[in-house]
């Protein structure tokens, strides 16, 4: 990328963080593309996984330059591994994504466990961007390593328990097939989340087959939201101890709020943004938005609502940033009636530095 092209932020371990306006040197030239992608994820080591398993990563693409930059490209180096965006075609054209100065966009790399099994060492995931405004194309590469078991097959190949209503908890069943050893054994399974749960069933054994049902179960104190975690199966296997399972679940509230997107922000200039508050289930129930709280205690943010009972609200937010150059985040919450929790919904944006003072130009 050319020298003048100009970066606001840099990323450390995964984390954006805010700085002054600098130009690219040359080394770091090969690398503007790679820094849009979170350090962690550049190299995938997905160790040991199943037969049928639904094995996937969130890639999440953070445009940290002033410029929008375009997704122009993504291909990979096996068929072992792809992206579920490239299926998002025109007349077999690649749509280009989006993506505003200041957002993220999540691409998700799948690996195919069910045409594809045995070691795969350095494949490769390639994501080309391209920015318009200088003509710029520049690449990142995402290394996955790991290995596809023939010898366990897992049905269905993930826990994903879709849409689920508050307090209200879930369960789903797997099968955990095994071929091999008579005395093979799934010794434990383990959660990082405290709202997952897991019984074991050996349904049988014997001839070099070892058969389980699993019941996972989501307990009624999920918070609302979205649940991702893995579910860690934990075997005697000396070679392979340990199989990681995507469990799923998406709490949704009766009310849903959409997030607030201010984009870029100018200091000391006000942008409005228009958020919907509605009624999700059926039948459709109106409600009273009764209060609208924030954790800053300042008057940047200004917020015009109804205090009418209907099932669809229509709120202004009206933010005048603050000179504090950065990416720009803060939570709000909303007191419904009838509902004892407040809704929470998040408000988003980068803020750019003010523009220098005249007096400040002529020094």
């Given at each position: 990328m050319s020298k003048a092209f100009a970066v606001r932020c840099l990323v450390a371990t995964g984390i954006l963080i805010s700085c002054a306006m600098v130009s690219l040197a040359d080394d770091w030239e090969r690398d503007w593309a790679r820094a849009m992608i979170d350090k962690d994820l550049l190299n995938i080591n997905y160790k040991s996984v199943a037969k049928g398993q639904d094995v996937y990563f969130?890639?999440?693409?953070?445009?940290?330059?002033?410029?929008?930059?375009?997704?122009i490209g993504l291909s990979t180096s096996c068929g072992c591994l792809s992206f579920d965006e490239s299926k998002l075609a025109a007349n077999g054209l690649f749509v280009p994504i989006l993506i505003p100065s200041g957002t993220e966009k999540t691409l998700t790399l799948r690996l195919d466990t069910i045409r594809h099994s045995g070691e795969k060492k350095n494949t490769k995931a390639t994501i080309t961007f391209f920015e318009s405004s200088k003509g710029e194309k520049g690449t990142a590469t995402i290394i996955a390593e790991g290995y596809i078991r023939s010898d366990v097959v897992i049905q269905?190949?993930?826990?994903?328990?879709?849409?689920?209503?508050?307090?209200?908890?879930?369960?789903?069943?797997?099968?955990?097939?095994?071929?091999?050893?008579n005395d093979w054994n799934l010794a434990s399974v383990k959660f990082n989340s405290p709202h997952l749960s897991a019984e074991v069933f050996e349904k049988s054994r014997g001839n070099g087959l070892v058969n389980y049902e699993l019941v996972v179960k989501l307990k009624?104190?999920?918070?609302?939201?979205?649940?991702r975690d893995q579910m860690l199966l934990v075997t005697d296997d000396a070679n392979n101890p340990t199989i990681?399972?995507?469990v799923e679940a998406k709490i949704e509230p009766e009310i849903s709020v959409t997030e607030a997107n201010f984009g870029i922000l100018t200091p000391g200039k006000p942008k409005e943004v228009q958020i919907l508050v509605r009624y999700t289930k059926l039948p459709v129930k109106p409600f009273k938005i009764e209060k609208f709280e924030r954790t800053k205690p300042d008057n940047t943010i200004k917020v015009k609502k109804s205090d009418d009972m209907k099932a669809l609200h229509q709120m202004t937010l009206t933010f005048t940033p603050p000179n504090e150059p950065g990416l720009f985040e803060e939570?709000?919450?909303?007191?419904?009636?009838?509902?004892?929790e407040p809704i929470i919904f998040k408000a988003r944006g980068r803020i750019l530095e003010a523009p220098a003072a005249d007096s400040d130009l002529k020094k």
């Open positions: 969130r890639i999440r693409v953070s445009n940290i330059y002033k410029e929008e930059m375009q997704v269905p190949g993930s826990v994903n328990f879709g849409s689920v209503a508050p307090r209200q908890g879930a369960e789903q069943r797997i099968a955990l097939n095994y071929a091999g050893r009624d104190s999920a918070p609302e939201g979205l649940l990681p399972v995507q939570e709000f919450f909303l007191t419904i009636s009838g509902r004892t």
